[in-house]
């Protein structure tokens, strides 16, 4: 059991307890920032004499050979190591004798891992990033090519009003730009350094925090030392702001399984994105819009379990907290792995443009607009909602829509109608004349794609 501690102690940890509190298992995935910060250290102290400049590029060498062998999979990371750093720490040693031993000079494991966990998440902010981004994109295309294809508008999944596929999508295009401001808000609140605070009290040697988080990308070293291992308030925002993307995702999921019924049959979803059933040669399910949604309550659960671990937590550093990992990981692969799914899906995903212009005249989602007519012409409101209530009872019971009725049925009800009211409730009419900001008009929602093409550039 290779671990880096063990004076203090005269027998060796039973090998159950060991394999309890070892993280090698999942914490290996952060190699790469181990290493990383590890030479950044290395540099610094070096630059405060606290190394010989001949002792650093020792180091410095045996750390690159180390990253490069694990990436081309000549050396392994095995169980036999406590954690990654005892990975790093002992196969260094193992390679450059003596020196190697100086790499943890001024270092505790509790900022370093810190750190560790600092750079991961702040990569997994900028990736998770650029794929909301790549959403967005396709969101944009298609709504572009959609300004003028009618659906209904719900409201309590009734048929409420005429809106245009393009209104629609922008819903959701409002929503993953607002994941994205989130995000970033996160990355330029997490990027500080702290590495330098050992293990929780600072140190002794005249370490230069400023320069290492220069080296590493940081906008400077962490206040408090105390905070510096102590801190994962960026990793529960990053968990929080997962958790988000994920109710999104679900939600359009959710209208893309309604979409996708036989019911609807507002969509159609390509083969690459659908699975059949073992027993019924007709079904296409919507598998991976179920799976997304189904993996959202995955993501909540890491956010909780953090949580809950860090509620009850005293400063500085506990061992709870290496309790911030396996879940953080699975939430991170998740929501990343989900976001590049649905793009593909919607991206390839064909709408069924005249069903949905159908099914928003079917409807009645012109009922309102009837209303507007007679006031528009003189009849109170309540009277006028009343008459239009009436033909639409009327409607229904012949299996019409609202713009089937002839002018006599119409003036059955009221004599106030006339041959106008057929393009004052066309659907073209009811969509086109809603030009308020936000509205899904065609001159609206283009003023409103002008400003997301120009968000997208930037």
């Not at 998440?121 to 900028?126: G, I, N, Q, S, Y």
């Not at 809106?163 to 994205?180: Q, S």
């Not at 988000?244 to 690459?272: G, K, P, Q």
């Not at 007679?374 to 033909?391: C, E, S, T, Y």
């Amino acid at each position: 059991m290779a671990q880096l501690w063990g004076g203090r102690f005269t027998k060796e940890t039973d090998r159950l307890v060991y394999r309890f509190n070892a993280s090698i298992a999942f914490d290996q995935r952060l190699y790469r920032e181990d290493i990383e910060g590890s030479m950044a250290h290395v540099r610094m102290l070096a630059k405060q004499n606290i190394l010989t400049e001949a002792e650093r590029d020792q180091i410095l060498q045996g750390l690159e050979g180390i990253l490069k062998d694990v990436e081309e999979g000549t050396l392994g990371i095995t169980d036999q190591y406590e954690d990654i750093h005892s990975f790093v720490e002992a196969s260094l040693i193992e390679r450059i004798g003596e020196a190697g031993k100086k790499l943890h000079t001024g270092r505790s494991r509790n900022d370093q891992v810190a750190l560790d966990m600092r750079l991961y998440t702040r990569k997994e902010v900028l990736e998770t990033d650029a794929l909301l981004k790549k959403l967005l994109e396709v969101l944009l295309r298609i709504m572009e090519e959609n300004t003028e294809t009618i659906m209904p508008g719900f409201t309590h999944l009734q048929k409420a009003q005429p809106i245009t596929l393009a209104h629609h999508l922008g819903a959701y295009f409002e929503m993953f730009r607002r994941d994205r401001s989130r995000l970033a808000d996160l990355h330029e609140r997490m990027n500080v350094c702290p590495l330098g605070a050992g293990a929780l009290a600072g140190t002794t040697y005249p370490l230069d925090r400023e320069y290492t988080a220069e080296l590493l990308g940081f906008d400077g070293p962490m206040s408090n030392s105390m905070d510096a291992v102590s801190d994962r308030d960026y990793l529960v925002e990053y968990l929080s702001a997962a958790s988000t993307i994920m109710m999104h995702l679900s939600r359009f999921c959710e209208e893309i399984i309604l979409w996708n019924s036989n019911e609807y049959r507002f969509v159609e979803i390509d083969d690459a994105y659908s699975t059949g059933s073992s027993i019924m040669p007709q079904k296409k399910n919507p598998d991976i819009a179920e799976l997304v949604r189904g993996k959202t309550g995955r993501v909540y659960g890491a956010l909780i379990s953090l949580l809950t671990t860090l509620k009850g937590l005293p400063l500085a550093y506990n061992k709870d907290m290496q309790e911030d990992k396996e879940q953080a990981f699975d939430a991170i692969d998740t929501v990343k792995g989900c976001i590049t799914l649905f793009t593909g899906m919607l991206d390839t995903m064909v709408f069924q443009k005249e069903r949905m212009n159908d099914s928003a005249r079917h409807g009645f989602t012109n009922a309102t607009d009837a209303a507007d007519y007679l006031v528009n012409r003189g009849v109170p409101f309540r009277d006028a909602h009343g008459i239009v209530g009436k033909l639409v009872l009327y409607a229904i019971d012949r299996n019409k829509a609202l713009d089937d009725l002839s002018l006599e049925e119409y003036r059955a009800v009221s004599p106030v109608f006339e041959a106008d009211i057929y393009e004052a409730i066309s659907m073209e009419t009811c969509v086109n004349k809603r030009l308020t900001a936000g509205a899904p008009g065609k001159e609206a929602m283009e003023k409103a794609i002008v400003v997301y093409r120009e968000y997208l550039r930037t």
